[in-house]
């Protein structure tokens, strides 16, 4: 692949009936890069990563994923972990974590021992100092049902890890987390992207405070295009969160290296 990107759009649409969900994006992503993807409720974020990873498929423009326009996705597949937030529902309750992860080596949601596609001990083996590595040793016995949704992403990016992939995908990763749980998982996952060696990692979210200082690039989508994509202390102004949000902001505050919006609530533009 070598320097080519991971993946490339080119002036992609995407229309669903008769709606536009996504209009001209054009957007690359290279190997290392760790971005966050933000924008409102249905402002085309997951559908554009679907279709980067090919879940999707464009009805104009062109996606080359891995320097080339992929036709067989399997090679794809084994290079993505994708977490999204209707993963963690079909994982069984009951399911050890340890097995949980070892899922991901076989693609499995629920590990099974089917035909060919049985987990072996050096899978488990590889389980236990993924989980370890990220200090989440002490979940490998649990039940997936009782941990906590801090947990529960933890265990699932290890997951996504087992097939040593070029890039992970989070989608919404904090959704319905209250802020105690949400505030440990972020100052986690930072601490991997900073630490990742040579994975790519996606976060989207409609959150501004969410993006951790590793996440260094941003892109954000408003009505299905792109309103801007850079450097992330240069994408994310007052100006364009209030355009993109619709709701005036008065400052960014800056804590902990990360952007806080303090918006003003009074805006005589807002409608609910």
């Known amino acids: 692949m070598g320097d080519s990107p991971l993946i490339e759009l080119e002036h992609v649409s995407y229309v669903q009936g008769r709606t536009d969900i996504l209009r001209d994006v054009t957007w690359r992503l290279q190997p290392g890069q760790h971005?966050?993807?933000i924008g409102p409720n249905g402002s085309g974020k997951t559908t554009l990563l679907r279709l980067a990873c090919g879940y999707l498929w464009p009805t104009a423009g062109a996606v080359r994923r891995l320097g080339e326009e992929l036709i067989d996705l399997s090679r794809l597949r084994r290079s993505v972990g994708?977490?999204?937030a209707d993963l963690a529902p079909q994982i069984p309750p009951q399911e050890p974590a340890i097995a949980t992860v070892v899922s991901g080596k076989l693609a499995m949601v629920g590990l099974r021992w089917l035909g060919g596609a049985r987990p072996e001990r050096a899978d488990f083996a590889a389980?236990?100092?993924l989980l370890e590595s990220?200090?989440?040793g002490g979940l490998i016995d649990k039940p997936f049902g009782v941990l906590s949704q801090g947990e529960r992403q933890q265990v699932l990016i290890a997951r996504a890890r087992m097939v040593d992939p070029l890039l992970i995908v989070l989608d919404e990763p904090c959704a319905g987390m209250d802020p105690g749980v949400r505030e440990r998982f972020l100052a986690w996952l930072n601490k991997l992207a900073a630490a990742e060696d040579g994975c790519a990692i996606v976060l989207a979210t409609h959150h501004l405070e969410e993006i951790m200082p590793a996440f260094e690039q941003a892109l954000v989508l408003q009505n299905g295009r792109?309103?801007?994509?850079?450097?992330t202390r240069q994408v994310i102004t007052p100006?364009?969160?209030a355009e993109v949000y619709g709701l005036a902001v008065d400052r960014l505050e800056e804590s902990g290296s990360r952007l806080w919006p303090i918006w003003h609530a009074d805006d005589r533009r807002l409608a609910i």
């Open 35 to 37: 971005w966050a993807v």
């Open 82 to 84: 994708w977490v999204t």
């Open 127 to 129: 389980a236990r100092r």
């Open 134 to 136: 990220i200090n989440c």
């Open 226 to 231: 792109i309103a801007a994509a850079g450097p």
């Open 239 to 241: 100006r364009l969160m």
